[in-house]
């Protein structure tokens, strides 16, 4: 059974980002699709590709919050900051940068709240990424 959503107060709370922050760099998103405007499928093979890679990191970082594994958590945390900015996203690698360097710094971590955000984001992030995709077409 899947847990509600972590309300968008605990992210401020706990990370200090804004709910208002956009879930995708629009701008970057553009640069993408301009230089494969050639190629339309692109950006869905793009997010296919980093969801490949990043739902296993996620998975894998659930497990860590639950073992409390702050090596892990830090590691996988920065994994999947630089991967989704790569791909233009904007506030689910915000809130990986902000978990890694709370783990780093010895900063206590509220590690369901930690691994339910994380789910929370990524779908989110990619649901409106998806959107992008199709206002595309």
């Known amino acids: 059974m899947h847990k509600p959503k972590v309300e968008m107060v605990k ?20 640069l993408l699709a301009e230089a494969s405007a050639e190629d339309p499928q692109f950006m869905s093979d793009l997010l296919s590709t980093f ?5 296993p990191a996620v998975k894998k970082l659930t497990e860590a919050c639950n ?17 989704s900015a790569n791909l233009g996203l904007m506030r689910f690698p915000e809130i990986c940068r902000k978990i890694e360097s709370n783990v780093r710094n010895g900063a ?3 590690y369901d709240i930690t691994s339910q955000l ?20």
């Open 11 to 30: 992210i401020t709370e706990h990370f200090g980002i804004s709910s208002e922050t956009p879930l995708v760099d629009q701008e970057h998103f553009c």
């Open 51 to 55: 969801l490949g890679e990043a739902k």
């Open 67 to 83: 073992s409390h594994d702050d090596n892990e958590i830090a590691r996988l945390s920065h994994f999947l900051a630089g991967s």
């Open 108 to 110: 206590e971590l509220d």
């Open 118 to 137: 994380i789910n929370d984001e990524l779908e989110l992030g990619v649901d409106r990424y998806n959107k992008a995709i199709a206002s595309q077409v």
